[in-house]
């Protein structure tokens, strides 16, 4: 079956680096999505990775290693703001997006 | 309009009742989805569309319809509502041109009651 597995809740600091793990199985793959949601508004979009490696973005980065099922998102300088949900999002065979449930991201000063 | 837009915001609907949300999009996408978001689970798939006049299952499609009879509309429907029904529905767009990541935009959603 297809499947995506993140932490359900993670806390850090202001001003710190937090790493958001990610595991995935789907039949077929066309990309891992990484999605940030506040509450009560819609997704927006982050980071796709479709081949091996980093990509940096600013603050944010995300990494893929398709042998191993597995990406994470980086989250560097963390700002108040920061506080969200992110969401992994897994492309398969037919260019679908299978969800993981999303990790709650919580922010102390 | 620029991007997506859900029509109604919010809506308490009693159970039994016939229900259509909007959602319209101006970004020329070919592809258009249909989710609801429920506390501790992931985004569920209802209905996709890969282009005008196609539509599909996804993952939770009982009790939901849909159609596309252009490229800018995408109206969900729920024929006969029931409070399982509950939750926050997401419409979302992407272009399956063949080139860049595929990325899905959302719209702001629509919280429904069904009570």
């Known amino acids: 079956g297809q499947n995506i597995d993140q932490p359900t809740e993670m806390t850090a600091t202001e001003g710190a680096i937090v790493q958001i793990n990610c595991t995935y199985q789907?039949?077929?793959?066309?990309?891992l999505f990484w999605y940030q949601q506040h509450a009560g508004e819609a997704p927006t979009f982050l980071s796709y990775?479709?081949l091996d490696g980093l990509e940096e973005k600013g603050r944010f980065s995300s990494f893929l290693s398709r042998s191993k099922g597995y990406s994470y998102l980086l989250l560097k300088e963390l700002q108040m703001k920061d506080s969200a949900s992110y969401l992994c999002a897994a492309m398969d065979s037919n260019y679908q997006l299978i969800w993981g449930a999303g990790t709650k991201l919580i922010i102390k000063p | 309009i620029a991007g997506i837009t859900q029509a109604p915001t919010s809506q308490i609907l009693a159970a039994g009742r016939r229900m259509t949300l909007r959602c319209t999009q101006d970004m020329r996408h070919n592809a258009m989805y249909w989710y609801r978001q429920d506390l501790g689970l992931g985004l569920r798939l209802i209905h996709y569309s890969n282009t005008a006049g196609t539509t599909g299952k996804g993952e939770v499609p009982d009790g939901y319809s849909v159609s596309r009879a252009n490229t800018d509309d995408f109206p969900l429907t729920l024929a006969s509502a029931v409070p399982s029904q509950t939750s926050v529905y997401f419409c979302?767009?992407?272009?399956?041109?063949?080139?860049?990541?595929?990325?899905?935009?959302f719209g702001p959603g629509t919280r429904l009651t069904v009570l």
């Open positions: 979302a767009s992407s272009d399956h041109s063949g080139s860049g990541s595929n990325e899905q935009f």
């Open positions: 990775n479709v």
């Open positions: 789907t039949s077929g793959f066309n990309g």
